[in-house]
């Protein structure tokens, strides 16, 4: 568990004209202080979902140790355990991204295609780290809470509800 608090709440974020999402403020600040105060927020696939995770530089001491355990019990059990592969799994697609003081930061293309995001994100606060979906992949996903489909699908329809946003020709 993160000492800085824990990431909690949905929210809904469009993608504005540079290219940017932004994180909301209460996460924003948890990533600021697991950050040691710097706007640096980290991104990488979820390691079961179609989605990111976000997290402040300290979860990732957090993700090491959670290795050394996973290696210990393999150990103990007297079971093989490929540590490079762990180690592969959980630092291999981090990216380092900064944002501004508002939140508004960017996900790289790469990301962005392997979790099938668009120009609108949901974010789910799960404790330790937030998810960031592409609100329809997450309404289709197998194994995700029914009240978190239900929430996507509430932000999506309130989204497609204001006529200053653009239609929804790109979804997927």
Not at 109 to 125: A, S, T
Request: with cysteine; charged share 25%.
């Amino acid at each position: 568990m993160s000492e800085f608090g824990l990431y909690s709440g949905p929210a809904f974020t469009a993608m504005d004209g540079k290219g940017r999402f932004s994180i909301p403020a209460a996460m924003r600040h948890i990533v600021q202080a697991s950050s040691g105060g710097q706007n640096r927020l980290c991104l990488t696939k979820h390691e079961e979902f179609r989605c990111i995770i976000g997290f402040g530089h300290s979860y990732q001491q957090m993700l090491r140790a959670n290795i050394d355990r996973e290696e210990q019990l393999a150990l103990t059990r007297g079971e093989s355990y490929s540590r490079a592969a762990a180690m592969q799994r959980k630092f291999g697609l981090l990216e380092d991204v900064p944002f501004d003081d508002g939140g508004r930061f960017f996900i790289s293309p790469f990301l962005k295609k392997l979790c099938d995001i668009d120009d609108i994100v949901f974010i789910n606060g799960s404790g330790d780290y937030f998810e960031l979906w592409n609100p329809l992949v997450l309404i289709d996903t197998d194994g995700v809470y029914d009240m978190l489909k239900a929430a996507a699908e509430f932000a999506l329809e309130d989204w497609e509800k204001n006529p200053k946003n653009p239609k929804r020709g790109g979804a997927k």
